[in-house]
T-cell receptor, first 111, second 116 residues
Framework: NAGVTQTPKFRVLKTGQSMTLLCAQD?????MYWYRQDPGMGLRLIHY???????AKGEVPDGYNVSRLKKQNFLLGLESAAPSQTSVYFC??????????FGPGTRLTVL | AQTVTQSQPEMSVQEAETVTLSCTYD???????LFWYKQPPSRQMILVIR??????QNATENRFSVNFQKAAKSFSLKISDSQLGDTAMYFC?????????????FGQGTILTVHP
């Protein structure tokens, strides 16, 4: 099992560009999450999904959109990137309200 | 809303010694879970230990143990016989089971350095 994988691992964008981060899990988990990690602030929840076709806003959703068309995939989109979105992004999955399994992270820099 | 506070931005310890990382949280809930996650330089988030609030007994996983004080809303992590591989950022996290869909609220993190 690969667990939780994230694509890409690194990306540099210019202000105003768009991109999509892909998260995939092969553990048949229902719940999936997107977090961002910034220095001194820990991880903060952006969006989450409790099943295929569902999404919901987390603590810091502005500037991001998500989709969960397939159970195993959870996509995070930035329509118009801003320097404030420079961060490390983590995806996680969970079978229910229990331990979350994290991906390796994506380091995004917006110039 | 729940908040989680880790008041120690950085800690250091000598190899083989014991170190305690602090975490406090604020909640009006009675039933919840608490976690400690480790993030080594590789950036991978690894679960170290978990505690269910309804359990009075403190959780233990090998060299890692917690001191859970529910009334004081305190959840500290003790690492015994520290090893070089314990060098990492450690995050305390809070979860309300059932009603919050497993969403985690994290503290700011504590950087732990183990010196040889």
């Amino acid at each position: 099992n690969a667990g939780v994988t994230q694509t890409p691992k690194f990306r540099v964008l210019k202000t105003g560009q768009s991109m999509t981060l892909l998260c995939a899990q092969d553990m048949n988990h229902e719940y999936m999450y997107w977090y961002r990690q910034d220095p001194g602030m820990g991880l903060r929840l952006i969006h989450y999904s409790v099943g295929e076709g569902t999404t919901a806003k987390g603590e810091v959703p502005d500037g991001y959109n998500v989709s969960r068309l397939k159970k195993q995939n959870f996509l995070l989109g930035l329509e118009s990137a801003a320097p404030s979105q420079t961060s490390v992004y983590f995806c996680a999955s969970s079978p229910s309200w229990d331990e979350q399994f994290f991906g390796p992270g994506t380091r995004l820099t917006v110039l | 809303a729940q908040t989680v506070t880790q008041s120690q931005p950085e800690m250091s310890v000598q190899e083989a010694e014991t170190v305690t990382l602090s975490c406090t949280y604020d909640t009006s809930e009675n039933n919840y879970y608490l976690f400690w996650y480790k993030q080594p330089p590789s950036r991978q988030m690894i679960l170290v230990i978990r505690q269910e609030a309804y359990k009075q007994q403190n959780a233990t996983e090998n060299r890692f143990s917690v001191n859970f004080q529910k009334a004081a809303k305190s959840f500290s992590l003790k690492i015994s016989d520290s090893q070089l591989g314990d060098t990492a950022m450690y995050f305390c996290a809070f979860m309300k089971p059932l009603t919050s869909y497993g969403k985690l609220t994290f503290g700011q993190g504590t950087i732990l350095t183990v010196h040889p």
